[in-house]
């Protein structure tokens, strides 16, 4: 069974989200195996404005509680990417190194993705920089040279806008969010931060055939 995920790298709850994902994807637990497929939605794409400091604050914040929620680590203010001198919350670069991981190596988009979650919120790198998406490549064992070329071809840039206009078109406005595609039919399992056990409970429901 094939699960569309759809998510932004630089969204905090789908970094909170990637402990159960992962959890799932290693015991579907009586589901039949899930292949995992990665659409970027855009949380915010193309932001010009460097992050000012009462933001950053409510931000860090944020990230707090999403912490509490997933025992995922953050790093701590004021050792954040967000205080990074000049610092634009641009999340189309991310998505975009997303992309051409999938469109390369598709067995390490999934990989690649959370690595990129780990750089921006454990590690305070920023993300939103050419060079650090493909130092995070190349720690993945990815030719780096490849990746950078194709980063930044107009190719990957209009299949990242694709991407975020096929969200758009589903009608979704917040991520993560889990689809599962169940013979012809999408289904939504669920929109937001799930713990495992709702995970798994929604997914249940969005794949048992209903009676009409």
């Given at each position: 069974m094939n699960l569309i995920y759809v998510g932004d790298p630089m969204c905090s709850w789908c970094?909170?989200?990637a402990k159960p994902l992962d959890e799932l994807l290693a015991d579907p637990q009586g589901a039949a195996p899930l292949q995992l497929a990665i659409i970027v939605g855009g949380l915010r794409p193309f932001t010009t404005e460097?992050?000012?400091?009462?933001?950053?604050?409510?931000l860090a914040g944020h990230w707090h509680h999403v912490e509490e929620a997933s025992g995922q680590p953050f790093s701590k203010a004021p050792h954040t990417a967000l205080n990074l001198p000049g610092f634009v919350y641009d999340t189309e670069p991310a998505?975009?190194?997303?992309?051409?991981?999938?469109?390369?190596?598709p067995q390490q988009v999934w990989?690649?993705?959370k690595a990129?979650?780990?750089?921006?919120?454990?590690?305070?790198?920023?993300v939103t920089e050419p060079s650090v998406l493909a130092?995070?490549?190349?720690?993945?064992?990815m030719p780096r040279?490849?990746?950078?070329?194709?980063?930044a071809s107009q190719k990957m840039r209009d299949a990242t806008l694709a991407d975020f206009q096929r969200s758009q078109d589903w009608g979704i406005r917040g991520f993560p969010t889990l689809v599962a595609e169940h013979g012809d039919h999408l289904h939504l399992v669920g929109s937001g931060y799930m713990p495992i056990d709702t995970l798994r409970d929604r997914l249940t429901a969005a794949t048992t055939p209903h009676e009409h």
């Open positions: 970094y909170g989200f460097p992050m000012a400091a009462d933001k950053a604050t409510e998505s975009r190194a997303v992309v051409t991981v999938r469109s390369l190596w990989k690649y993705f990129v979650q780990h750089a921006f919120y454990t590690e305070a790198r920023n130092d995070v490549a190349e720690q993945l064992g040279a490849e990746f950078a070329h194709a980063f």
